[in-house]
């Protein structure tokens, strides 16, 4: 009788792992990205900009590939609902994560996001009981919430200024598990497209008096404006489009995936082009938390293979 353990999957499409490693890219960019344009601006401000570009162009790919008067009733249909998904899913995450880059290195908030899956699976237990976590799943869990725990507390560079910036991060992961919940529900009666593209608005609607409230005195320099045309063109606008291709080749759970790949490149750009140092204390989260990721989402399902019938 053979009971070794074995794993189960489908096949991959052929494109799947560029365009993963593509979004990986294009997404760990983000928090440098972020870095760069917390030097001028306020993060309401920036993520104002970043919104307001990124709704702008999925309006404008919605339109073409639907029509206006499609386009325009998907997403006024979805209203508050989409209005709310754009608050809790993208206004107030990237927010947090843009205040938590003021006091940290965007490599660290990098890892302290990699957190969402572990709170979507701590969510699974109140809302969706059919995904609730078991055995190595728990495991993850508090693996996953030990490595946040060293990320933030063991000799924090920045002092308790930067445990405040790691908290405000992972705050922004609970609001993004929050936001994969409610997508979920809302998924069954909206394309993934019409989704976005009204969350986006709905995200811009409710930054942009705080942003205009905020504005800088003077004009940024061009590294900050730039910074923000790619957050609102390549992180959020193409990056959307890239990960909803890639749900519909490969399901959401291969590409959720990408979420293993951005602390990685993150860390990347943070340590090549903006000479962030890497600690011991960052390598231990990282490896804790992508463990911890890894096992509490359950990426990783062990099954035992059923016994051969007798000859």
Sequence with gaps: MDESPAVSLQPMSRFYLPLLVLLGGIWGASFMFIKVADRELAPTTMMAGRTAIGALLLITFLTLRVG???????????????????????????????????????????IANATVPIFIALLAFRFLR?????????VGIVVGLAGVAV??????????????????????????????????????????????????????????PFGAAQLPGSVPGWKVIG????????????????????????????????????????????????????????IVGLVLILIGTTLGS?????????????A
């Design 227 to 282: 910074s923000v045309v790619a957050l609102g063109v390549a992180g959020t606008a193409v990056g959307q489009l890239i990960y909803y291709r890639l749900i519909e080749t490969d399901g959401s759970a291969r590409a959720s995936l990408v979420t293993y790949l951005l602390p990685v490149t993150a860390l990347f750009y943070g340590a090549g082009l903006l000479g962030e140092p890497i600690t011991v204390e960052e």
């Design 151 to 208: 990320l933030a507390g063991i000799h924090p560079r920045g002092g308790w200024w930067a445990v405040a910036g790691t908290l405000a991060v992972v705050a922004a992961a609970m609001a993004y598990a929050v936001g994969a919940m409610y997508v979920q529900h809302l998924s069954a009666h909206s394309s993934p497209l019409a989704l976005t593209t009204a969350s986006l608005v709905g995200a811009a609607l409710a930054l942009l």
């Design 68 to 110: 206006l008067r499609r386009a325009a009733g998907e997403v006024r249909r979805l209203g508050r609902r989409g209005f709310a998904l754009g608050v809790v899913n993208a206004a107030l995450p990237f927010t947090l994560i843009a205040w938590g880059e003021k006091h940290i290195d965007s490599g660290v908030a990098a």
């Design 130 to 138: 059919s995904e609730r976590a078991r055995g190595l799943q728990l």
């Design 298 to 310: 359950g990426a990783v399902r062990l099954t035992r293979r059923e016994p051969a019938p007798a």
